[in-house]
């Protein structure tokens, strides 16, 4: 089990950016895959991005590609997600999620560990 904090969230205008990162508890961070999730109001959990053990395979909803990051820091225990061209529907609670093993994952149900979420507003 790892434990999650997550930080960096705030309100930005449109076009503008955040870097959101996700610290982790524990010796065994490289042995878990990681990923980042956002849920807006009303709206379910839906998959953000994810990155390997290595940091060297990431994945992105449609929705981000392009204009989202994500990175991880083996030695520091932490993942990242930079966001930039921020628009509003980006905004959204983001919760950064922790798995077991190598095989990358895209879905709720297969993450393990959760933060607590920051909260993302963009202004339009």
Sequence with gaps: QVQLVESGGGLV????????????SGRTFSSYTMGWFRQAPGKEREFVAAISLSGDNTYYADSVKGRFTISRDNAENTVYLQMNSLKPEDTAIYYCAARPGFRVVFTVYEYVDWGQGTQVTVSS
């Design 13 to 24: 205008q449109a076009g503008g950016s955040l870097r959101l990162s996700c610290a982790a």
